[in-house]
T-cell receptor
Framework: DAMVIQNPRYQVTQFGKPVTLSCSQT?????MYWYQQKSSQAPKLLFH???????NEADTPDNFQSRRPNTSFCFLDIRSPGLGDAAMYLC???????????FGPGTRLTVL | KNEVEQSPQNLTAQEGEFITINCSYS?????LHWLQQHPGGGIVSLFM???GKKKHGRLIATINIQEKHSSLHITASHPRDSAVYTC?????????????FGQGTRLTINP
């Protein structure tokens, strides 16, 4: 089945220790999104890729970076995680024409 | 004031009841999405609407563009429908669609 896969599902890191979250898709969608969802809050868009074009939201901290080496994969790098970065990180994809977003299961990040 | 408001925030009902969740918004949109998230689960897209009405199984979504209002209905509700339902506004941005999420409605269906 075509899907959006996120690894790992749970990630524990230490304060200040860089961490990378992974997202892959078999839908061949040209748009990939990263959202941050804190407890009991709505998801918040961090950035998205349209093909290779990276688009950062204005209020996304510099601590968050992303890479998309090819259509299928997208990575979220948190350079120096703080306690406030503990959250669920959601990856989603869409095709430019249809607009419906398909979400991965998320990675729950814990910062100690 | 938030761009998108959902009501109610929490809803508890008995199995079999007809459920309505409302979403009002204040900005122009290209589409409105209804999303479902089960406890501990991922987000599933239920509907994407730009006009009229869509139906999928026991779920029905409607939108009134002039009134800036959308509803999600569940007929013959079942405990497995217990989840958080969220409406999200969609607007085009840099080749993609940016979603602005409502705060969600936590639905509990008791057997």
């Amino acid at each position: 089945d075509a899907m959006v896969i996120q690894n790992p599902r749970y990630q524990v890191t230490q304060f200040g220790k860089p961490v990378t979250l992974s997202c892959s898709q078999t839908l061949n969608h040209n748009v990939m999104y990263w959202y941050q969802q804190k407890s009991s809050q709505a998801p918040k868009l961090l950035f998205h890729y349209y093909d290779k074009d990276f688009n950062n939201e204005a209020d996304t901290p510099d601590n968050f970076q992303s890479r998309r080496p090819n259509t299928s994969f997208c990575f979220l790098d948190i350079r120096s995680p703080g306690l406030g970065d503990a959250a669920m990180y959601l990856c989603a994809t869409s095709s430019r024409l249809r607009g419906e977003q398909f979400f991965g299961p998320g990675t729950r990040l814990t910062v100690l | 004031k938030n761009e998108v408001e959902q009501s109610p925030q929490n809803l508890t009902a008995q199995e079999g009841e007809f459920i309505t969740i409302n979403c009002s918004y204040s900005v122009g949109i290209s589409a409105l999405h209804w999303l479902q998230q089960h406890p501990g689960g991922g987000i599933v897209s239920l509907f994407m609407l730009s006009s009229g009405k869509k139906k999928h199984g026991r779920l029905i979504a409607t939108i009134n563009i002039q009134e800036k209002h959308s509803s999600l209905h569940i007929t013959a509700s079942h405990p497995r429908d217990s989840a958080v339902y969220t409406c999200a506004l969609s607007s085009p941005v840099q080749g993609a669609q940016k979603l602005v999420f409502g705060q969600g409605t936590r639905l509990t269906i008791n057997p």
